[in-house]
């Protein structure tokens, strides 16, 4: 890239810094969104704007907040919308089973022990894998892997700053892929499946909605962070001359390998009984099959699949309190609930934002607007004559774009889903295709985001290395990443599609009426 492009790259993205810090807290956006909303239906109420639903032939209006009905409304149903919110629930759950194997110490000796045990000739991809696979636990990857990955590349001879790079490509450009559920799938399907009820009041998106997809993406975006951390990073960067000397990496210890033992061990035990909870009904002694459809037999619309979040807790509080015996870093009861405890904490400014997020996804329901604006955008879709690739193309770059001044996943999307969801229904995509790319937009650009909650760690930990280094010196690292990511991801998406391939259990690409 010519000193001219780069310096034009670098113009672009201080006006995108300048608007991403000039907006308000997302709670306070949310605040105002909803106001909004109530003014909107206001408005659109007296002018008479209807809609005909292309699935009932219903007609739908406006319902106006600002009567008499709709002020009773918003009253009555304020602590219903907050503690009724799909994701609010599922998030804290998760966290609570996280939490444990995170304060047991598990997660980062298993982060620890993938990257030592790596030949020196993987050592690149088995950081960037790592680092896709650190998503499972929410921000350990950013405060453990991240600097991990320099201290890495220094011990080995190489520029930290690369092995800083790839960490943080994996973490954060890497963000969706994964090969376990993790937080956000649930999170993300609880806001889809409340937008989805703006068409289908009976639809349920599952966690494990694109997980056929994210776990081949985990490879692909491992291979590409690969390529570009070799091709384009490593020989940008040159060798490193600065005051930083290589740290040894303490290989795990006899009660860490005791820990992961025990842990491994509890984590076999809880995969057979899964396994023997969804074969065929009365296998096994005429056991099996218990999470089944008891009706059907099926395992896709069963218990099993509605109990994906119960499983994320249990199995990694299984298996870290198991790791924390093994390891004695859990003594006693209450350093489990220590652990649950510190992961509440986090939670504190997601729980206000959760509050604001619930009251405006509500008014957008119950206002009609979301469903007119989906019919509306649907028609006009309908007769622009696109197919599914350019639709869902065009919907990863805006969902890439507006990542750059807005960082949080799950306020995106919140404003999102209710707009984007209900329109492709209409248009006969599924939620979960929808919820797919925005996934994808919302990852590719992350790593270029100064809007994004750990950028400013990942400048402290690049002046380490570099006194001199700042947003300008991440973002120009990152952005071979974001482009190659980009380009990957979309490709990956265009195959999936041409060969119509489910994107998860029980996912199809296709969303039918009455389906």
Same mark, same amino acid.
Request: glycine residues 10%; proline residues 5%; contains cysteine.
């Given at each position: 890239?010519?000193?001219?492009?780069?310096?034009?790259?670098?113009?672009?993205?201080?006006?995108?810094?300048?608007?991403?810090?000039?907006?308000?807290?997302?709670?306070?956006?949310?605040?105002?969104?909803?106001?909004?909303?109530?003014?909107?239906?206001?408005?659109?109420?007296?002018?008479?704007?209807?809609?005909?639903?292309?699935?009932?032939?219903?007609?739908?209006?406006?319902?106006?907040?600002?009567?008499?009905?709709?002020?009773?409304?918003?009253?009555?149903?304020?602590?219903?919308?907050?503690?009724?919110?799909?994701?609010?629930?599922?998030?804290?759950?998760?966290?609570?089973?996280?939490?444990?194997?995170?304060?047991?110490?598990?997660?980062?000796?298993?982060?620890?022990?993938?990257?030592?045990?790596?030949?020196?000739?993987?050592?690149?991809?088995?950081?960037?894998?790592?680092?896709?696979?650190?998503?499972?636990?929410?921000?350990?990857?950013?405060?453990?892997?991240?600097?991990?990955?320099?201290?890495?590349?220094?011990?080995?001879?190489?520029?930290?700053?690369?092995?800083?790079?790839?960490?943080?490509?994996?973490?954060?450009?890497?963000?969706?892929?994964?090969?376990?559920?993790?937080?956000?799938?649930?999170?993300?399907?609880?806001?889809?499946?409340?937008?989805?009820?703006?068409?289908?009041?009976?639809?349920?998106?599952?966690?494990?909605?694109?997980?056929?997809?994210?776990?081949?993406?985990?490879?692909?975006?491992?291979?590409?962070?690969?390529?570009?951390?070799?091709?384009?990073?490593?020989?940008?960067?040159?060798?490193?001359?600065?005051?930083?000397?290589?740290?040894?990496?303490?290989?795990?210890?006899?009660?860490?390998?005791?820990?992961?033992?025990?842990?491994?061990?509890?984590?076999?035990?809880?995969?057979?009984?899964?396994?023997?909870?969804?074969?065929?009904?009365?296998?096994?002694?005429?056991?099996?099959?218990?999470?089944?459809?008891?009706?059907?037999?099926?395992? %896709? #619309? *069963?218990?099993?699949?509605? /109990? @994906?979040?119960?499983? &994320?807790? $249990?199995?990694?509080?299984? +298996?870290? !309190?198991?790791?924390?015996?093994?390891?004695?870093?859990?003594?006693?009861?209450?350093?489990?609930?220590?652990?649950?405890?510190?992961?509440?904490?986090?939670?504190?400014?997601?729980?206000?934002?959760?509050?604001?997020?619930?009251?405006?996804?509500?008014?957008?329901?119950?206002?009609?607007?979301?469903?007119?604006?989906?019919?509306?955008?649907?028609?006009? %879709? #309908? *007769?622009?004559?696109?197919? /599914? @690739?350019?639709?869902? &193309?065009? $919907?990863?770059?805006?969902? +890439?774009? !507006?990542?750059?001044?807005?960082?949080?996943?799950?306020?995106?999307?919140?404003?999102?889903?209710?707009?984007?969801?209900?329109?492709?229904?209409?248009?006969?995509?599924?939620?979960?295709?929808?919820?797919?790319?925005?996934?994808?937009?919302?990852?590719?650009?992350?790593?270029?985001?100064?809007?994004?909650?750990?950028?400013?760690?990942?400048?402290?930990?690049?002046?380490?290395?570099?006194?001199?280094?700042?947003?300008?010196?991440?973002?120009?690292?990152?952005?071979?990443?974001?482009?190659?990511?980009?380009?990957?991801?979309?490709?990956?998406?265009?195959?999936?599609?041409?060969?119509?391939?489910?994107?998860?259990?029980?996912?199809?690409?296709?969303?039918?009426?009455?389906?």
């Amino acid at each position: 890239m010519t000193q001219k492009r780069q310096s034009a790259v670098y113009r672009f993205l201080a006006i995108i810094e300048k608007v991403g810090n000039a907006l308000p807290h997302p709670a306070t956006l949310f605040g105002l969104f909803s106001i909004l909303i109530i003014i909107l239906s206001w408005i659109f109420s007296i002018t008479g704007t209807t809609a005909i639903h292309p699935g009932t032939g219903d007609t739908i209006s406006p319902f106006n907040l600002i009567s008499i009905d709709g002020l009773n409304r918003i009253l009555t149903e304020m602590v219903k919308n907050f503690t009724g919110f799909a994701p609010l629930g599922t998030v804290l759950v998760s966290l609570l089973g996280i939490g444990i194997a995170e304060g047991s110490g598990m997660i980062g000796t298993v982060l620890r022990q993938i990257v030592l045990k790596a030949p020196d000739r993987l050592l690149t991809f088995v950081i960037v894998f790592a680092g896709v696979l650190s998503n499972t636990a929410s921000e350990v990857g950013y405060v453990l892997l991240v600097p991990l990955g320099a201290i890495i590349f220094l011990a080995a001879g190489k520029n930290p700053l690369a092995g800083l790079a790839a960490a943080f490509a994996g973490v954060s450009g890497g963000y969706s892929a994964n090969l376990l559920l993790g937080t956000v799938d649930p999170l993300l399907a609880g806001l889809s499946t409340e937008a989805a009820h703006i068409i289908d009041v009976n639809y349920e998106v599952s966690p494990a909605a694109n997980y056929y997809f994210m776990a081949g993406s985990t490879f692909v975006i491992a291979a590409l962070g690969t390529w570009v951390t070799e091709k384009i990073v490593i020989p940008r960067l040159g060798e490193y001359t600065g005051d930083e000397k290589p740290e040894e990496l303490h290989p795990i210890t006899l009660d860490e390998r005791l820990g992961l033992k025990y842990a491994t061990i509890a984590t076999v035990l809880v995969t057979l009984v899964l396994i023997w909870s969804i074969l065929p009904i009365g296998s096994v002694g005429g056991t099996g099959g218990f999470l089944r459809n008891q009706e059907t037999g099926d395992w %896709l #619309k *069963s218990p099993f699949m509605s /109990s @994906i979040v119960a499983f &994320i807790f $249990l199995g990694a509080a299984i +298996a870290g !309190i198991a790791y924390g015996i093994g390891a004695k870093t859990y003594k006693s009861d209450e350093d489990v609930v220590n652990g649950m405890s510190k992961s509440m904490q986090t939670l504190g400014s997601y729980i206000v934002l959760v509050f604001f997020a619930a009251q405006f996804v509500a008014y957008f329901n119950w206002s009609n607007l979301g469903l007119i604006m989906a019919i509306k955008g649907a028609e006009l %879709l #309908k *007769s622009s004559g696109l197919g /599914s @690739i350019p639709l869902m &193309i065009a $919907l990863i770059s805006i969902s +890439a774009i !507006i990542n750059l001044c807005m960082g949080s996943a799950s306020a995106k999307w919140a404003i999102m889903a209710p707009v984007f969801i209900p329109m492709f229904m209409l248009l006969g995509y599924s939620p979960e295709f929808t919820q797919l790319a925005y996934r994808i937009g919302d990852s590719v650009t992350n790593i270029i985001s100064p809007m994004m909650s750990y950028f400013a760690l990942i400048v402290a930990f690049i002046q380490r290395y570099d006194k001199k280094a700042g947003i300008g010196t991440v973002i120009s690292t990152m952005l071979p990443y974001s482009v190659v990511f980009f380009i990957g991801w979309v490709l990956l998406m265009v195959i999936w599609i041409l060969m119509g391939l489910p994107i998860g259990p029980g996912s199809p690409l296709d969303y039918q009426f009455g389906g």
